[in-house]
């Protein structure tokens, strides 16, 4: 069974700083990784992906994710947050030979500060 | 992107009685869909798989008796809670891969539907 580990639970951060938010997974095959997010009332929606390829993905709005299979970490970062991220944040997984079916993690609430 | 719509987006019944949720694809058919269960600052619980055409595969712990999925048409699955109790309040969410044919291809969410049992 797949599994997916989020360790932060509640970030505030102020405005402009770093944000790294960390994802583990269990699982004992080929991967595809997901970071999806979650404004404040509205449905959740798809930051960034890792099928393939260059291990370091760029999603929408300046965040990006490093997927290292040797720790089955898929960590999200962006290098200067704005009050408009606040919102809640879940990495996901999908085991290759699951289909479709995607495990979330627990989510981290982040909240951007003025 | 595609869109999912769910409706309604929010429901509060009564103990005993059913509760029908319907998942839409607006924009694009889609033969599989996800029934999520949300609770409280938890993470979404995948509920079951929604197939079109045939019957919906559950989740160990699912009661498919409680939650009866039908997949009527290549836009629309429906969740129903039978029987409903307060411990069945929850935010439930669907939603539908962009190209099933794609496995792990993004999903797209519906907005979700707040349930309530009094």
């Known amino acids: 069974a797949q599994s997916v580990s989020q360790h932060n639970h509640h970030v505030i951060l102020s405005e402009a700083a770093s944000l790294e938010l960390g994802c583990n997974y269990s699982?004992?095959?080929?991967?595809?990784l997901f970071w999806y997010v979650q404004y404040p009332g509205q449905h959740l929606q798809l930051l960034l992906k890792?099928?393939?390829?260059?291990?370091l993905v760029k999603g929408i709005k300046g965040f990006e994710a490093e997927f290292i299979k040797s720790k089955f970490s898929f960590n999200l970062r962006k290098p200067s947050v704005q009050w408009s991220d606040t919102a809640e944040y879940f990495c996901?997984?999908?085991?290759?030979?699951?289909?479709?079916?995607?495990?979330f993690g627990t989510g981290t609430q982040l909240k951007v500060e003025l | 992107g595609a869109v999912v719509s769910q409706h309604p987006s929010w429901v509060i019944c009564k103990s005993g009685t059913s509760v029908k949720i319907e998942c839409r694809s607006l924009?694009?058919?889609?033969?599989?869909m996800f029934w999520y269960r949300q609770f409280p600052k938890q993470s979404l619980m995948l509920m079951a798989t929604?197939?079109?055409?045939?019957?919906?595969?559950?989740e160990q712990g699912v009661e498919k008796d409680k939650f009866l999925i039908n997949h009527a048409s290549l836009t629309l699955s429906t969740l129903t809670v039978t029987s409903a109790h307060p411990e069945d309040s929850s935010f439930y969410i669907c939603?539908?891969?962009?190209?099933?044919?794609?496995?792990?291809?993004?999903?797209?969410f519906g907005p979700g539907t707040r349930l309530t049992v009094l």
């Open positions: 939603s539908a891969p962009g190209n099933p044919g794609l496995a792990g291809d993004e999903q797209f």
């Open positions: 699982y004992g095959g080929t991967v595809n």
């Open positions: 890792y099928f393939s390829g260059d291990p």
């Open positions: 996901a997984v999908n085991g290759r030979r699951g289909g479709n079916k995607l495990t």
């Open positions: 924009d694009f058919q889609a033969t599989t």
């Open positions: 929604s197939n079109e055409g045939s019957k919906a595969t559950y």
